[in-house]
């Protein structure tokens, strides 16, 4: 979802919420920071993301919105953005989830871009291990009998991970995931994703597994790397037929820092053909973790929320303004609390 510029206005009631700012608003749905009056979390601030007005008569695009609701109250880890309540208010279905003051990838990389540096090899290998970490429970999540639900992401990007300001590493939107039970169906030479991202054998309509995410998170590491995707065409067009392709210049040509083990990791993710690639994301994320521990290039969670609070400070403080705002806010005497 394309995040836009926080829009300051009047506290608006919605259910057991107040919609506070808009924060992001993309292709069918808009994202609120919000503050939750309900019982089961008083006071509670969440993002909060609900259907735009013109989709909300759109059966399909509400069994589409419902769907990401479904798989997203599923996941429970460290690594994804949890999913608080899926509901319905008046017309509109609504999902509340984390909250998570932070940044994104891209932000990080732009940061970086703007500083004309590249990204440390430790920052960037440590946050995608961590979004392999998510991904993989995800992959091999079960029901309550045991099935694997097959969850895919289809839509990953340096967008869809989040650094929060503590150095959490979180995956959201699982808004086009595929999953065992999903109501809606992609159609026929329909493509979902996200170009750039996605994986060959999701441009050719193939059928797709947990792989074909291991191939979007190698692209996303190789943007960290280098600071341009490995699949850039002059066009739309162009670009999906490099990525079909997918012939892959090494890291290191274009980044001189990176040695040839983390090349040879970078390009087993985004291999061609399925089986030449991580077997599971969890797998891909070891590697790295294994490249950071055998080059002594000691990162964890804490030096992310150091590195976090020390870059972003002047954003960190209006973060703690806003919260602190917000904080005093209490629901009007009319407010229905269930």
């Known amino acids: 979802m394309t995040m836009m510029q926080a829009q300051k206005r009047q506290p608006l009631p919605f259910g057991d919420y107040l919609l506070l700012d808009r924060v992001g608003i993309g292709g069918m749905a808009e994202v609120w920071r919000a503050k939750m009056f309900g019982a089961e979390g008083l006071g509670r601030l969440v993002a909060l993301k609900r259907i735009l007005p013109h989709f909300a008569d759109d059966d399909e695009f509400v069994s589409m919105f419902l ?84 969850i895919i992401h289809r839509g990953l990007s340096l967008e869809d991970v989040l650094i929060s300001y503590e150095g959490e590493v979180k995956v959201i939107d699982f808004g086009i995931a595929r999953a065992a039970g999903r109501v809606t169906q992609t159609q026929p030479g329909i493509l979902k994703g996200k170009i750039g991202y996605m994986s060959p054998e999701q441009i050719d309509g193939s059928p797709l597994d947990r792989r074909s995410d291991v191939f979007a998170i190698g692209v996303c590491l190789y943007e960290l790397l280098t600071g341009q995707r490995p699949f850039a065409g002059d066009s739309d067009l162009a670009t999906l037929e490099l990525t079909r392709k997918a012939r892959v210049t090494p890291p290191s040509v274009h980044n001189p820092y990176v040695p040839r083990p983390l090349d040879q990791i970078v390009l087993k993710a985004l291999a061609k053909d399925v089986k030449d690639r991580f077997e599971y994301a969890g797998e891909l994320g070891d590697a790295l973790q294994d490249f950071l521990i055998h080059r002594d290039l000691c990162f964890d969670q804490e030096t992310l929320e150091r590195y976090m609070r020390n870059t972003f400070s002047t954003d960190l403080a209006h973060e703690a303004l806003r919260q602190q705002e917000y904080a005093r806010l209490i629901p009007p005497k009319d407010f229905d609390i269930h």
Do not use: W
Request: charged fraction near 20%.
């Open 67 to 150: 769907d990401e609701g479904r798989i997203g109250l599923q996941l429970l880890h460290t690594n994804v953005a949890q999913a608080f309540e899926l509901g319905q208010i008046g017309p509109y279905p609504f999902l509340s989830q984390e909250y998570i003051p932070g940044k994104s990838l891209g932000d990080l990389l732009a940061h970086f871009r703007r500083a004309s540096e590249p990204v440390p090899l430790p920052l960037a290998c440590y946050c995608i291990s961590r979004m392999c970490a998510g991904l993989d429970y995800a992959h091999r999540k079960t029901d309550g009998r045991g099935r694997l639900l097959n």
